[in-house]
């Protein structure tokens, strides 16, 4: 089974650890025919898209469950929006044949919005995407290290309103390269502040990522 849900509210501060933990309970609650783990430990059998950033909130979250018996989207939807806490709604649902490959291995790019606060970055805009090359510093495991940017970029869009700028990205969202919409931002404006949400993901080809189909 594929969901498609938002994670907005209070549930923006979740760690991608505490949103695992929500959704084992919840599927618990909701008493589904969902497949568990053996061993000491048994666990719902269950994966995400992508991770998303601490903060950001999203409209466009994936959630892969195996199921262990019949069960139609309609009920899941139900059943898991009567215990899901605030914050977290499931939109839609799908069933998928096992074999059906992982949502996350099929990701290619996620679209953002964000507010910056007090900046106009129009200027910074044109000037990253007449650049070339534009390097920025990424912590990686421990360390720091130099990552140019711009070819994981391929749409930036910057809107004022009022004082602020409203910000419409498309980026790189893959397994082995993801660029986290903040790297971005904070290169833009260093030390700004702003509100982030996760738009779209799509898969390779450039359809939307839950509604993916093989050829």
Sequence with gaps: MLA????????????????????????????LPIAYSQGFNPHAELSFASALPVGASSLCEILDVRL???????????????VLPRGLRICAARLVEGRFPAPMAKMAQAGYEALAFGADLRQAARDFLASQRFEVEKPSKGRVRQLDIRPMVQALDVELQGEDSRLTLLVTCTN?????????????????????????????????LFAWTEA
């Design 68 to 82: 262990d018996g019949e069960l139609a989207p309609e009920a899941f939807v139900q059943a898991m929006n009567g």
């Design 4 to 31: 498609e849900f938002q994670k907005t509210d209070r549930c923006i501060w979740f760690s991608h650890l505490d949103l695992q933990r929500t959704m084992q309970r919840a599927l618990r609650r909701a008493q």
């Design 176 to 208: 082995a390269d993801n660029l986290k919409p903040e790297l971005l931002l904070e290169a833009l404006c260093p030390g700004g502040r702003f509100q982030v949400t996760r738009t779209r993901l799509l898969a390779q080809g450039g359809a939307p």
